[in-house]
T-cell receptor
Framework: GENVEQHPSTLSVQEGDSAVIKCTYS??????FPWYKQELGKGPQLIID?????GEKKDQRIAVTLNKTAKHFSLHITETQPEDSAVYFC????????????FGSGTRLSIRP | DAGVIQSPRHEVTEMGQEVTLRCKLI?????LFWYRQTMMRGLELLIY????????DSGMPEDRFSAKMPNASFSTLKIQPSEPRDSAVYFC????????????FGPGTRLTVL
């Protein structure tokens, strides 16, 4: 089955700098890659997603890239702000898994003022 | 829309007691997922339903866990008897089961079994 690995597990960046979180997946049939943000005491919330027919997607300060050949995908947050502090999860889903989403282990992002 | 609704938000119980967690889907959604989150194991999918039918329950830890969808908008996750190792945050998520795969999570139920 699908396996998603996520790095780093913790990340601390200065406010205003960029943050990058990287994930790899194992199932070459995976075609949907969402990113979720989880704030303290809340459920994960979708912030951006990308499908396998696209290499990059951007939404304001957030961008995701996908390298299907290498089975890598990444989340980029530019001009980080204190409200970006949270745990971020990458995930992957494939038709062969009946559209189950397999989550990475999470990255705790802290923004230093 | 109110989003996915879970109750209770917090539950503290003693080992051996029955625990029932509840989830109301977003109106119009027809897929329902139950997850468990712990520090050690992260987010684990326990079971998911499509149109009230359980599709995959391979993540259910053992027979002490059971889940039902008595109607299209509501689900329960029951643990009987509960054990301290069941302590975790339990999330449900719902999805429109069409071309989109976006899951919308509820706020979670924090379960503590003493």
């Amino acid at each position: 089955g699908e396996n998603v690995e996520q790095h780093p597990s913790t990340l601390s960046v200065q406010e205003g700098d960029s943050a990058v979180i990287k994930c790899t997946y194992s199932d070459s049939a995976s075609n949907y890659f969402p990113w979720y943000k989880q704030e303290l005491g809340k459920g994960p919330q979708l912030i951006i997603d990308i499908r396998s027919n696209v290499g990059e997607k951007k939404d304001q300060r957030i961008a995701v890239t996908l390298n299907k050949t290498a089975k890598h995908f990444s989340l980029h947050i530019t001009e980080t702000q204190p409200e970006d502090s949270a745990v971020y999860f990458c995930a992957a889903s494939s038709p062969s898994s009946a559209s189950k989403i397999i989550f990475g282990s999470g990255t705790r992002l802290s923004i230093r003022p | 829309d109110a989003g996915v609704i879970q109750s209770p938000r917090h539950e503290v119980t003693e080992m051996g007691q029955e625990v029932t967690l509840r989830c109301k889907l977003i109106s119009g959604h027809n897929s329902l997922f139950w997850y468990r989150q712990t520090m050690m194991r992260g987010l684990e999918l326990l079971i998911y339903f499509n149109n009230n039918v359980p599709i995959d329950d391979s993540g259910m830890p053992e027979d002490r866990f059971s889940a039902k969808m008595p109607n299209a908008s509501f689900s329960t996750l029951k643990i009987q008897p509960s054990e301290p190792r069941d302590s975790a945050v339990y999330f449900c998520a719902s999805r429109v089961s069409t071309a989109t795969d976006t899951q919308y999570f509820g706020p979670g139920t924090r379960l503590t079994v003493l």
